[in-house]
């Protein structure tokens, strides 16, 4: 681990109040306590202490983290600052909920210590969210009430949202109008499905084909170039390939960092770390190992042959299907986990390759002729304007999935 920032995804209950088909995590019983949470956090704050990581994010998963109460929320999240601030580290936190236990008594926690913003999921249409021996529909109906019972106390709500086969018919307008007009979401971000953790029916769908797949991108991404960017909506990944390809600072997500092992780590309740969520909870032979049977964050991760593997994963791509490709230094190969849920192997590239070299080619394209554009703008406006741009580099960051 090299980098100056680290994201944690914590999974301190892997119970969910919903049974979501595609859903890569095989869910237990377990919970944290906060005696062990305590163990957690001075496992992982006192290596980053030493190495002078300042920054510590949090973002707190399950499972769904609504199974939990608010006041253990805030109990935790207390404990974690007082922690932090006696070691000289910031740690923000961030939340990842699908809403659906949401009611007035989050209000306090998600103002106190998310700065009144949450994370949420929805797919439109929704095919494959539901609660256990429920429809779909029961899932939405619930979902929109609860997202409009948090906005209405001020809450914002940004929304991931992971396409299917009816959605790709639909097309992107469609989806668009879905999430900005009728919902007034003004920030969410379209994700790729894949088939992670036991396989079943509908993951035996995915990966979705990548032709359909990248006209639906390019739709929707020229959607929001017409209609959202100039009025301040946010649709990743377009919105931040768009800065990237302006040569502007870029939060990429992690499926395109340089190698995402090196910003992001994974612990649930049982005390096993691993990458993210999806191998933390569902490939017990990739884990790195488990924190609550290591004597340190810093013992587990050196003795790791899996962690190991995943940092030597962008030379393995960078000597074999990648080498070749224009935009090898923005992707790095992709994502590992869609790459090994798909193929078996950690070593090949992303399956959604195609659909990342389209859109990519469709955003630098995008950044040229706003740069045309704009420098004709200037021209017009200000015969004297400088000559000289001066290019500041593109940065990564990565927010999970
Ligand atoms: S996808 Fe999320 S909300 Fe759905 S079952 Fe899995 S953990 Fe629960
Ligand atoms: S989703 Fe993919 S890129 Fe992101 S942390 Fe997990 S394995 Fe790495
Ligand atoms: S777009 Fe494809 S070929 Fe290019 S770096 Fe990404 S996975 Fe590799």
Not at 8 to 15: A, C, D, G, N
Not at 257 to 274: K, P, Q
């Amino acid at each position: 681990m090299s980098a100056k920032a680290l994201s944690l995804i914590l999974l301190p209950t892997l119970q969910c109040n919903a049974a979501c088909d595609y859903c890569f995590e095989d869910k237990t019983k377990d919970r944290l306590s906060l005696e062990r949470l305590a163990e957690i956090v001075d496992k992982v704050l006192d290596p980053l202490g030493e190495r002078k990581i300042a920054e510590l994010t949090i973002h707190w998963q399950g499972g769904e983290i609504m199974t939990l109460s608010p006041s253990w929320l805030m109990r935790a999240c207390a404990q974690i600052d007082e922690a932090a601030a006696a070691r000289g580290c910031t740690v923000s936190h961030g939340l990842q909920t699908n809403l659906i236990g949401y009611h007035a008594g989050w209000n306090d926690p998600i103002r106190e210590i998310f700065g009144n913003r949450v994370s949420t999921s929805m797919d439109y249409p929704n095919l494959y969210r539901r609660r256990r021996g429920r429809e779909a529909a029961d899932y939405t109906e619930i979902w929109v009430r609860n997202l409009h019972r948090a906005r209405a106390a001020g809450i914002d709500v940004q929304v991931i949202a992971v396409p299917n086969p009816a959605t790709l018919e639909m097309g992107a307008e469609r989806f668009y109008a879905y999430f900005v007009d009728v919902l007034d979401i003004r920030s969410f971000q379209v994700n790729t499905p894949f088939p992670g953790g036991s396989p079943n029916a509908v993951k035996q769908l995915l990966p979705l084909d990548p032709e359909p797949l990248a006209r639906f991108y390019v739709d929707l991404a020229d959607l929001w170039l017409a209609r959202g960017l100039a009025s301040g909506v946010r649709v990743g990944p377009f919105d931040e390939l768009l800065a990237y390809f302006q040569d502007q600072p870029a939060l990429l997500p992690c499926i395109w960092t340089e190698d995402c092992a090196n910003h992001m780590i994974s612990i649930d309740a049982r005390g096993h770390m691993a990458q993210c969520d999806c191998w933390v909870a569902s490939y017990p032979d990739y884990r790195f190992g488990n924190l609550f049977e290591s004597a340190s964050l810093g013992a587990l991760l050196r003795d790791s042959s899996v962690l190991a593997r995943f940092h030597q994963r962008p030379m393995a791509l960078v000597q074999g299907g990648c080498i070749d490709c224009d935009y090898l230094a923005l992707c790095h190969g992709g994502c590992p986990v869609r790459a090994y849920s798909v193929y078996g192997r950690l070593s090949e590239k992303d399956p959604y390759c195609a659909l990342y070299r389209a859109v990519f080619g469709h955003m630098a394209a995008a950044a040229a002729s706003l740069a045309r554009s704009s420098a004709r703008h200037l021209v017009s406006a200000d015969p004297c304007g400088p000559e000289t741009l001066i290019a500041v580099g593109p940065s990564t960051h990565i927010f999970p999935e």
